[in-house]
């Protein structure tokens, strides 16, 4: 069975534009939520998804939005990006919400 | 809210030889699960072991068990017979079975191994 698939695997934006993160969960589950990872704040929980549902949501502006399609797949995107943003995001899937089966990440930079 | 405390940032440890990882967790909530997960320096996050607020009997998968504490709240982790692969940083990490999308990680250990 294929893992978490998370595209693009790196990447580098400028102050102020936006990015659309990538994931595809794990065949059949349909629970999907994001973390971002950074030295400072350690894993945060940003949200999860059930059923093309937001169903859980963390302490993170509006600028942090996502959405789930139909077959589960989920994007996120950040907009007007800040430098603070430059994190490692994971995206996780489970079927009932754990336990966690994690992508590899993407890493993005923002300068 | 839930918490988790991992309070040792970096552990040693030489091959063959067996680790504790501590956490310890904060909630007022009776149902619960407590996780562990591993991040090699590749960056993904492997899971290793879970145990459920009302198990009673701690729980073991491979080389890992999870030593459950619940008055003391704690649930370390021990590895036994260190690899060299075990090397990487450990996440301790807490949900409600209430709502079991949201987990709450710990900061983490970094574990290394010596040959």
């Known amino acids: 069975k294929a893992g978490v698939t998370q595209t693009p695997r790196y990447l580098i934006k400028t102050r102020g534009q936006q990015v659309t993160l990538s994931c595809s969960p794990i065949?059949?589950?349909?629970?999907v939520s994001w973390y971002q990872q950074t030295p400072g704040q350690g894993l945060q929980f940003l949200f999860e998804y059930f059923s093309e549902t937001q169903r859980n949501k963390g302490n993170f502006p509006g600028r942090f939005s996502g959405r789930q399609f139909s077959n589960s797949r989920s994007e996120m995107n950040v907009s007007t990006l800040e430098l603070g943003d430059s994190a490692l995001y994971l995206c996780?899937?489970?079927?009932?919400?754990?336990?966690?089966?994690f992508g590899n990440g993407t890493r993005l930079t923002v300068t | 809210a839930q918490k988790i405390t991992q309070t040792q940032p970096g552990m040693f440890v030489q091959e063959k030889e067996a680790v504790t990882l501590d956490c310890t967790y904060d909630t007022s909530d009776q149902s619960y699960g407590l996780f562990w997960y591993k991040q090699p320096s590749s960056g993904e996050m492997i899971f290793l072991i879970y145990?459920?607020?009302?198990?009673?009997q701690n729980a073991t998968e491979g080389r890992y068990s999870l030593n459950f504490q619940k008055a003391r709240k704690s649930a370390n982790l021990v590895i036994s017979a260190s690899q060299l692969g075990d090397s990487a940083m450990y996440f301790c990490?807490?949900?409600?079975?209430?709502?079991?999308?949201?987990?709450?990680f710990g900061d983490g250990t970094t574990l290394t191994v010596k040959p």
């Open positions: 996780a899937s489970s079927l009932r919400g754990s336990p966690l089966h």
């Open positions: 990490a807490i949900n409600l079975v209430r709502n079991a999308g949201k987990s709450t």
């Open positions: 145990q459920g607020s009302y198990d009673e």
């Open positions: 065949s059949g589950h349909r629970s």
